[in-house]
């Protein structure tokens, strides 16, 4: 049940999604990844590209640990294109005791445009601060308005906290501290992105306590945000993670998220890999809501139509789901998913007999909705409805017998969908 249309490493492990960047023709992605076990571990960057966000062509480890500077990992950051020059930031970990949580520092890097070269350059250490900060991680670089360029990390004090700062100048070697953004009590935020629209913001964070990546969007003038709404952005447990934002070919904003494998005490399902990157979601604003969308791409790997009585790891099944309506999907051998409609939230339950396979109820809202978008692929699984999405992961023991059935849902229509084509350097 190994994904085939979601952008994975061949072996071993991978999880956030960094330097997520179009240049214009090329969609660059990088992602934590150790090359040396299908566990989290040895973490350095590994690069990737695509011209589609379909079909990606794997390009090995391009930024590695320096042990000579004292750098034993290399965590998440992202990729900026600045002035005649493309500019990496990432969070570097070393050997010292405690030192995720109290001795983290931002590097900054040069690289070349085809990422063949990339240069440390500067870097920005935690006594910017004039407080104490741990956790401290996961740098996120855009612009804001003309020449204004800021910068978001996550950390931790009393409670878990975005801030912000902002470049002295064009080179986006030197900060300084402009405060707190955004904060939430008792959890610690990661991987925070900000996609602007006008003078409104979109800030994105991944929440260690809840396992999800949520939103808080509101009024932005440059030092400030005035939150008028928050939510979820992914409505699984567990699976949708450590997002990052690019441009689109067509001048969109990209949303891009590691999705995890959900097991009960183990990394991987077999030992040869874990983690995949979810399918690329294009974001768009009603008000301050954020509504997310597969890309349309993924339609090129539509192949034939199915039956219901079909059996395929790797479909796409679009409906109609009317109140008080069910599905079941991968039904066989006492396993299966079971969906149902009611008081406006589609509920998914699992069942499956794989070794520490992670049962938990799921729930979608749908705000109204009645079209369902359910991409299957192996052990990944994405639901889109009306703007908002679910993700989890499901893991059968035995192969299905039926790939579909229904009670009160219409204009079903299910296909195949083709891999997408990997190469590897």
Known sequence: MRPQYHFAPARNWMNDPNGTYFDGKTYHLFYQYNPE???????CWA??????????????????PDPASGERYCFSGCCFAAKDKIKIFYTSIG????AVAEHAKQIVCDAEPD???IARKAQITSEIHPFRVREWRDPFVFSFRQNVYLLLTG?????????????????????????????VEGDILECPNAAIFGDTMLLLYSSMRGGRVRYACGVFDGKTLSVREEGDTDFGTNAFYASNLSASADGQTVLYGWLREDLCGRSSPDGLYSGCLALPRLIRLNGYTPLFAPIGALASLEGAALSPESTCEHARIRLAAEQNSSFVLRSGG????????????LHVRRQSKFPDANDAPLALPLGGAKELDIL???SAIEI?????????????AEKEKRLFYGENVHNVRICEMHPARFYDE
Do not use: P
Request: hydrophobic share 40%.
């Open 115 to 117: 990422f063949s070269h």
């Open 95 to 98: 050997f010292e005791d405690r």
């Open 155 to 183: 950390t931790r004090d009393k409670r878990g906290c975005i801030l912000l700062y902002r470049a002295q100048d064009e080179s986006l070697n030197r900060w300084d501290f402009s405060g707190e953004l955004f904060a």
């Open 334 to 345: 006492g396993e299966g998913i079971f969906a149902n409609v009611s008081d406006g939230i």
């Open 384 to 396: 889109f409805a009306q703007g908002r999405a679910l993700s989890f992961r499901f893991y059968a």
């Open 376 to 378: 299957l692929d192996g």
């Open 47 to 64: 690069y990737a590209s695509s011209k589609d966000l379909v079909n990606w062509t794997r390009r090995g480890v391009r930024l590695a």
């Open 37 to 43: 076990s299908s566990d989290w571990g040895n973490i």
